[in-house]
C-alpha cells in the first residue's frame, strides 16, 4: 500500500489498517491520523513526521528506521512494536503503551513520556536527553547501562514517581 492510497482510505472513514505493508516512503508528514489501527504493519523507513497518530493501535508493527520526529503518539498503543533505529525526536508519547517494544539505538531527545507503559520494554544504549518521565513504569525493562542513572548518555531526565527497573520509585530533586 501507498501512503497516498493510506489517506485517501482513512479520508472515507476506513480505519482499520492492521497488517498492511507500507512501502519506505514520504507523504505522511503532518498527517492527521488519531485512532487509526496499524497494528502488526510493515512501517520501516515511514516518515511520520509531526503527524497525529494519538490513540493510534500500533501494536506489534514493526517501525524500524521509522521517522516520528515530532509526532503526536498520546495514547497510543505500541505495546511489542519495533522501533529499534528510529527518529522520535521530540515527540509526545504520554500515556502510550510501550510495554514489550525495542528501543534499541533510538535516541529519545526531549520527548514527553509522562504517564507511559514501558514494563519489559527494551532500552538498548539510548541517549536520552531531555526527557520526562514522570509516572513513567520502567519495572522489568531491559536497559542496557550498567549505572544509568549516572551515564552521561542521559541528562535533563524528569523522573517523579516513576518505577524503575529493578522495582524501586523515584523522585529526582
Known amino acids: 500500500m ?7 482510505r482513512y479520508a472515507i472513514g476506513e480505519r482499520d489498517f492492521s497488517g498492511v505493508v507500507i512501502k519506505p516512503s514520504y507523504g505522511l508528514e ?3 491520523l488519531p485512532g487509526i489501527n496499524l497494528s502488526g504493519a510493515m512501517l520501516r523507513r515511514v516518515k ?6 494519538s490513540r493510534s493501535n500500533l501494536s506489534r508493527a514493526n517501525l524500524g528506521g521509522a521517522s516520528l520526529e515530532c509526532a503526536n503518539l498520546t ?16 515527540a509526545d508519547l504520554s ?10 539505538m533510538v535516541g529519545l531527545v526531549d520527548v514527553d513520556l509522562t504517564g507511559a507503559i514501558l514494563v519489559r520494554t527494551e532500552i538498548g544504549i539510548p541517549l536520552i536527553r531531555g526527557v520526562n518521565l514522570t509516572d513513567v513504569d520502567l519495572s522489568q525493562a531491559d536497559i542496557f547501562f550498567e549505572d544509568w542513572m549516572n551515564n552521561s548518555r542521559i ?12 522495582g524501586s520509585t523515584v523522585t529526582s530533586d
Open 95 to 104: 500515556y502510550a503503551d510501550l510495554s514489550y517494544a525495542k528501543l534499541n
Open 2 to 8: 501507498t501512503a497516498e492510497e493510506l489517506l485517501q
Open 48 to 53: 511520520f513526521e509531526q503527524a497525529d497518530l
Open 75 to 90: 495514547e497510543a498503543n505500541l505495546s511489542h512494536a519495533i522501533l529499534s533505529d528510529s527518529i522520535v525526536e521530540g
Open 30 to 32: 503532518g498527517a492527521q
Open 155 to 166: 541528562s535533563d531526565v524528569v523522573l517523579h514517581n516513576t518505577i524503575m527497573p529493578d
